[in-house]
C-alpha cells in the first residue's frame, strides 16, 4: 500500500503522461445513455454515482495525514468512492514494479494468481481496498479478490478487479496498469494523482482466474450497463 504524502502526490500531477490501452474507454460525449448493445461511457458512469449513500460507518484518508474525509457509498448492485491514485507496484517483480523502482515495493499482494504466484502490478489492472475494519467491510457487500471494478478518471474507464488490500484507514490506491490505462503517469515513486478518481466495484462479482485481464473487461462492461439501468 502506498502512503505518500500530499505534496509529492500534487507534484507529480505535471508529470501526467496519458497512454490508451485497449481495456480504456474514452469519453466520446457527454450525456450519452448506454444501452444494452452500447459502450458504457465514463459520463454514463459518474451520471449514476453523483449521489453519495453513505454504507461505510466511518471515512476514509487519501494519504497518512490527510483529513477523513472520504466515505464508501452504495447503491443495490455496487459500493464506490472517489478518492487520488495512488501507484501500487507490489507482487511480482518486473521491470518496473520491483525494490529498485519503488521504495515502497513488497512482493506479496493479498490475492494471488491462480498458479499461486503473486499478482503483477505491471501488467494487471487491479485496485487496493482498505483491510476490512470498523469503518468498512468490503466482505458483507460481497466483495473479495477478484471482484470487478470500474475506474473512471478524467472521460476514461479502466476495468479492473480487487488484486490487493491495504492499511485499514486508507483508500485510493490502484496498480501501475490501472494508472497506465487511464492516462496517469503510473510511475511509483512520482505517479499518480491527487483527486477525480472515481471508484466502483460490483457487489457478487467475481473473476476465475484473477489474472485473466480479458475476462475482467468483458465482464466490467456487461456489469456496468447492469448498473446504468433504472432500479
Not at 521491470?95 to 503473486?118: G, I, K, L
Not at 471508484?199 to 467475481?206: A, E, G, M, T, W
Request: aromatic share 6%; charged share 25%.
Amino acid at each position: 500500500m502506498r502512503v505518500q504524502s500530499l505534496t509529492l502526490v500534487a507534484a507529480s500531477a505535471a508529470l501526467l503522461a496519458p497512454t490508451t490501452l485497449s481495456a480504456a474507454t474514452e469519453l466520446p460525449r457527454k450525456g450519452h445513455v448506454a444501452h444494452s448493445d452500447d459502450t458504457v461511457t465514463a459520463a454514463d458512469l459518474l451520471d449514476r454515482v453523483r449521489t453519495c449513500t453513505q454504507v461505510s460507518r466511518g471515512r476514509y484518508r487519501a494519504d497518512d495525514g490527510a483529513p477523513a474525509d472520504i466515505p464508501v457509498c452504495g447503491t443495490p448492485g455496487a459500493v464506490f468512492w472517489k478518492a487520488d491514485l495512488d501507484v501500487d507496484c507490489d507482487g511480482q517483480p518486473t521491470a518496473r514494479c520491483n525494490r529498485r523502482t519503488d521504495p515502497f515495493f513488497t512482493a506479496a499482494t493479498a490475492y494471488q494468481q491462480s498458479d499461486d504466484h503473486r499478482l503483477k502490478a505491471e501488467s494487471l489492472p487491479y485496485i487496493v481496498i482498505p483491510a476490512s475494519s470498523d469503518i468498512w467491510d468490503h466482505r458483507a457487500y460481497g466483495i473479495e479478490g477478484g471482484s470487478v471494478a470500474a475506474v473512471i478518471y478524467q472521460g476514461r474507464v479502466q476495468y479492473a478487479v480487487v488484486g490487493d488490500t491495504g492499511p485499514r484507514e486508507l483508500i485510493g490506491e490502484a496498480s501501475y496498469a490501472t494508472a497506465e490505462g487511464l492516462g496517469i503517469h503510473p510511475d511509483p515513486r512520482l505517479g499518480g494523482v491527487a483527486s477525480g478518481v472515481t471508484y466502483i466495484v460490483f457487489k457478487d462479482s467475481r473473476i476465475t482466474p484473477i489474472e485473466d485481464r480479458q475476462a475482467a473487461v468483458a465482464e466490467g462492461e456487461r456489469l456496468a450497463r447492469l448498473f446504468l439501468r433504472p432500479e
